[in-house]
Structure formats: structure tokens, C-alpha cells
């Protein structure tokens, strides 16, 4: 081929090659992106340090099986007098680097382990090996994808792989080296190849489109760099595509057009998606997404770029400065900076749970537009609703005698009161705020002076066990200083009263007497707590703000309840709202928990 051709990729003998494999580096020099592994191969090659096994790994397209065959050639180049040795360099022009490149050599075997899985295959593999090379100074066996061999293929090469002759070297290509096993991997040198970077494959590309006579915007460019998440050969195959579109154009091939050829809609189009669902206006947001898909973009990639515009409105939330980075379009730096003033974190986290999880939903829904305007619906409607920290507050302010039923209590718009709710927070659970309210300290007592006192001195004591097995398996029958009468549930432990009169007589000093009977006695503990939090729930659930919410959502449920100072606090309801997944429901982990300082715990 002339290196007219081989710059343009067109070969009239052979028709026309793709720009991925056109521009498919020949030496290190060519190969972009992966600076930490040529470095070291680098070093290795300088100082003859030249392990027999290596084992490179990445996503797709970052160069696996590009940088096997470079070092194939480096192994076995003699330079272009024939007396070269290995060299990082390969100088491509003598038969050794020729005929690898043409995949004519012999000695250079490469093999795809999904079509070659099993122990026979490798049998084939290991008597090839104790055969000197034909032609090559080593025979250089390269397996892609080697997470695809069986088990029994991998420990038939294992002896081979850890003692192989000085004449062969193993080179393995994989995408999933978490199944590789250990044993293969500690017999190799291990190379990450990682992904590149969009300014790189920006600055690539541009150069490939110039070399190819094509005139690309550098909006288009940056598009298509983007699409290739880091894969180069992702990134040519589409930079092919969108010099195919723009053929015949007279003008560079816009942004609009790689939009267009990518299903992708508009970045305005997102962040007007994005502002409407947020003010609340559902109309609005369902008018552009149906605009969008007629246009011909995916629903599911509509909803992936309004959850990529709620990642940069956080960000910029959090992180102010990212906003000065000169790759970033003006655009997203305008408009991103105006929503991360106007919205909370605490809106912000709602909508990115929400969406992530609406981005599951419609990849798995029979209809993906439906289920994106369901996801947008339900995004709108939650924008209206006030944040949990203000039902906090609302259940906190609302007076008493609020009628049953009706509206929902306004969330309280005045200054916040001088005491924080979160200093009046108690700490610890319900059960010992009640405790502490009704009884002294026990630092403070001579004595125990009821049961009460007796449970809240085993907990102070450390004495959990003894303290959990008295609330739910002791009924009280009769309580004297020194004296105790009991009757023990059926599940209770057989020595209960010996160890409650042994903790008794070591942390008071004195001699009490535990008496066990067979019949009468109050309700445990336990079961007095359940009761008042039965009470407390059917309190919760006659308040007019739950009666409201119960009322908006028809199915849902009150789960748990919470104390907050004096006030009752809905911790978590089940939403049962339409949506595209059968069983969605909502609670308080799709929200975060409440915080009642008005934020989120994320």
C-alpha cells in the first residue's frame, strides 16, 4: 500500500479499511493514552529485564490487543541491516516487523480463547512450545479475551506458563481480569491499560480527520470523544460514521449533525428538561421529551442526560471552581451555575436518586417513552412536595386543634426558632428518652426504687444481655427494696432470676430476693413500649398533614415513626404510585433520611 493510501485509508486493490484499523498504531510512539505501561516496558526493554509473561487489561478498545502485537514486533525486530536486537523501537521496515505486521510470521500465534476454550486446545498450544522458533528469535504466543478459557484449560498451561523455554513469551489480552484466576496472574507481569481521556481524543481525532480531508467542528469533535467513553476504537469507528454523514457537505460537519446520528438530544434540550421537572412544571418537561424523541433521540438517553446535568448542577454546588475549567462549554457553565444558586442539595440528591433509579426502570420497561415521562411526572410532582426537614418542621409548629383531614399544613416560611431542632434532639433511641423523663438518673438513687430503675441500671451497667432478656421475658408481679416477684415468659433463659439477683446484690450492695410464680403479673416492658408506639403511630396517622399525604398517595403506608423532641415524625411511608415497574415503591431510602436541619444524609 502507498503511504498516500495508508494515510487515507483506501487501497484500490483492497477497497476501503476502516479508520480504526488505517490508524492502528505500528510502535509505542503511535499508541496514546497509556504513558505509565510504555514507560515501563520501556525500562524493561533497556535494561533487559524481559518478563516471559505478561497480561494486559481495559475496557474495550484502549489498545490490549494493539500493544500485544507492538511488542511482538519489539521482541523479535532485527533492525533494518539484520543485526538489530530488542528493541522498544521496532524499526517496521525489516522482514521480522513486516511479516508481523501482515500476520504472515509463524512464530507470532495468536489465538481468541473464546474459540479456543478448552484443554485440548491447550494441549496444542503446550507441544507447539517446546519447538524453537522458525524464523523469529521468540515464538510469542498472544491469547485475547483470556477470561473465556475453561478451568481445566487454565490449569493445563500453568506449569508451561510459570517454566516455559527461554525462546517463547506469553502475552494475554483481557477485559474481565477479575476471572482471570490468581495463578495465571502471578505468573505475569500485569499491565492496566486505562481509559483515555476526552482531551486526548479530542486531539487525536482532529488530527485523523485532518489527515482523512474532512472538516469537523470542534463542538462535533468533542461530541464524538465523549460518546467513546474512554475507547479509542469506539471513538474511530464513530469519527467514521460522522465523516460518512458529512460527505458532500460544503461546510465542517456540525455538532447538530453528530447529535443527530448519535440519537442524542440537544445539551439545552437536557438542562430545559432538567429546569422544567424542578419548578414543577410537568406539562412543560413531557412537551420537550416528546419533541426530543420525535426528533429521533432515545428516551433512555434523554433521561442519562438529565441525570449528567443533575451530576454537574451538584457538582458545581459543592465545587464552585469547576465551573473556571477551560474545557468546560460555555453553555454548561452558564446555565449550571444559575441552577446551582437557585436549588437546594437536598432537591438535588431527591432528583438524582429518583432519576438513577428511573433509568433502570425504562431500560427493563416494555415502553421506554412512557416510562421516562412517568419518571419526569413523578420528578415534577416530588418538586412540590415540601422536603422532609420541612414536614419535620410542620409536624413540629402545627397547632393542636388543626382540623382532621383537608389540606396540608404550610410548611412554616418564618425565620428558623433560636433553639434548633437538633439541639433538642435526644440522644439514643425512644425508649430512653422516656426512661430519662420519667425517672431520675441512677447515679442519683440510693437504690432501684421500681423496675424501671432496675433495667435502666442494667443498661448503664453494660449488662445488655440481662437488660434485653427483663424487657421482654419478665412480667412484674410485685416490687419491694431487697424484694422481687416475677413471672417469666415461656422463651426466657433458666437461670434469669439467679442472674438478676447476682447483678442486683453486686451493684447495690445488698441482698435481694428474686421470686418466681406461675401465673399473674403486668405486661413486660417490651410489650408496654409496643403499645405506646402502636399509640403513638395511630397519633401520627390522625395528624391532618399524614391524613394529607396518606390521602395524596392511595395504598401508602405509615412504616416507622420517630421521635423529634416533642413532636412525631413519619420516618419512612410507602408510596404505591402508578409507575412502569409493578412493585415501585418509595420511602424514605430514595429521599435519604431526614435531617432535622433541613438536610440530607446522603
Known amino acids: 500500500m502507498s503511504e498516500s493510501a495508508e494515510l487515507t485509508g483506501k487501497d484500490s486493490k483492497a477497497g476501503y479499511r476502516v479508520l480504526a484499523r488505517t490508524y492502528r498504531p505500528s510502535n509505542f510512539d503511535a499508541l496514546i493514552g497509556q504513558d505509565a505501561m510504555v514507560r515501563t516496558l520501556t525500562n ?17 478498545g484502549v489498545g490490549k490487543t494493539t500493544t500485544a502485537r507492538i511488542i511482538a514486533r519489539a521482541l523479535n525486530c532485527i533492525g533494518p541491516d539484520g543485526t538489530g536486537g530488542p528493541t522498544i523501537n521496532p524499526c517496521g521496515v525489516c522482514d521480522m516487523c513486516r511479516s508481523i505486521a501482515d500476520d504472515r510470521m509463524v512464530d507470532v500465534i495468536e489465538m481468541d480463547a473464546a474459540s479456543n476454550t478448552g484443554v485440548d486446545n491447550m494441549r496444542e498450544l ?78 487525536y481525532f482532529t488530527t485523523v480527520a485532518a489527515r482523512e ?60 428538561i432538567f429546569e422544567r421537572v424542578m419548578a414543577g412544571d410537568a406539562p412543560g418537561a413531557i412537551a420537550t421529551l416528546a419533541a426530543d424523541y420525535a426528533a429521533g433521540a432515545d ?33 454548561d457553565r452558564v446555565r449550571g451555575k444559575a441552577l446551582a444558586e437557585t436549588l437546594s442539595m437536598g432537591e438535588l440528591t431527591r432528583a438524582w436518586q429518583m432519576l438513577l433509579k428511573g433509568v433502570r426502570e425504562a431500560a427493563t420497561a416494555p415502553a421506554p417513552l412512557q416510562a ?74 440510693v437504690g432501684p426504687r421500681s423496675f424501671a430503675d432496675i433495667i435502666a441500671l442494667a443498661e448503664t451497667q453494660g449488662e445488655r444481655m440481662l437488660r434485653a432478656e427483663m424487657m421482654r421475658n419478665v412480667h412484674l408481679v410485685s416490687f419491694q427494696p431487697g424484694q422481687l416477684e416475677i413471672r417469666l415468659s415461656a422463651g426466657a433463659v433458666r437461670d434469669l432470676p439467679n442472674r438478676i439477683s447476682r447483678f442486683l446484690g453486686t451493684v447495690t450492695g445488698a441482698r435481694w430476693m428474686v421470686t418466681v410464680v ?57 408510596m404505591d404510585v402508578p409507575s412502569t415497574s409493578p412493585n415501585a415503591e418509595y420511602s424514605d431510602d430514595d429521599y435519604g433520611d431526614v435531617d432535622p436541619e433541613g438536610d440530607l444524609d446522603l
Open 372 to 445: 421516562a415521562e412517568m419518571i419526569l411526572i413523578r420528578l415534577a410532582f416530588m418538586s412540590d412536595l415540601p422536603t422532609p426537614a420541612d414536614a419535620a418542621k410542620a409536624l413540629t409548629t402545627a397547632p393542636a386543634s388543626a382540623p382532621q383531614g383537608g389540606g396540608v399544613a404550610p410548611a412554616p416560611s418564618g425565620p428558623s426558632p433560636q433553639r434548633s431542632p437538633r439541639a433538642s434532639m435526644p440522644q439514643g433511641n425512644t425508649q430512653a428518652v422516656a426512661r430519662t423523663e420519667v425517672q431520675p438518673r441512677p447515679e442519683e438513687q
Open 44 to 60: 524493561a526493554f533497556e535494561s533487559g529485564r524481559l518478563a516471559h509473561a505478561f497480561v494486559l487489561t481495559g475496557v474495550r
Open 126 to 203: 503446550i507441544d507447539g512450545v517446546r519447538y524453537r522458533p522458525v524464523a523469529a528469535r521468540y515464538k510469542v504466543y498472544i491469547i485475547d479475551e483470556v477470561h473465556m478459557l475453561s478451568k481445566g484449560a487454565f490449569n493445563a498451561l500453568l506449569k508451561t506458563l510459570e517454566e516455559p523455554p527461554a525462546h517463547v513469551k506469553f502475552i494475554f489480552a483481557t477485559t474481565e481480569i477479575r476471572k482471570v484466576p490468581v495463578t495465571v496472574l502471578s505468573r505475569c507481569q500485569r499491565f492496566d491499560l486505562r481509559r483515555v481521556d476526552v482531551e486526548t481524543l479530542a486531539a
Open 299 to 331: 428516551p433512555i438517553i434523554l433521561l442519562q442526560d438529565v441525570l449528567d446535568v443533575t451530576h454537574w448542577v451538584t457538582r458545581l454546588k459543592v465545587a464552585p471552581g469547576a465551573a473556571d475549567d477551560p474545557m468546560v462549554a460555555e453553555l
Open 213 to 272: 480531508g474532512a472538516k469537523v467542528e470542534e463542538g462535533a469533535i468533542r461530541l464524538i470523544a465523549r460518546s467513546a467513553d474512554g475507547s479509542v476504537r469506539d471513538g474511530m469507528s464513530l469519527l467514521d460514521q460522522a465523516i460518512a454523514v458529512g460527505t458532500g457537505d460544503q461546510g465542517a460537519l456540525t455538532e447538530e449533525s453528530v447529535r443527530a446520528m448519535l440519537g442524542l438530544a440537544d445539551r439545552a434540550r437536557s438542562f430545559d
Open 518 to 574: 406461675q401465673s399473674g403479673g403486668a405486661e413486660t416492658l417490651g410489650e408496654q413500649q409496643d403499645a405506646a408506639a402502636r399509640d403513638k403511630r395511630e397519633e401520627v396517622t390522625r395528624h391532618p398533614l399524614m391524613r394529607s399525604i396518606l390521602d395524596a398517595f392511595p395504598g401508602a403506608e405509615l412504616e416507622q415513626v420517630r421521635a423529634i423532641g416533642a413532636a412525631l415524625l413519619p420516618a419512612a411511608v410507602t
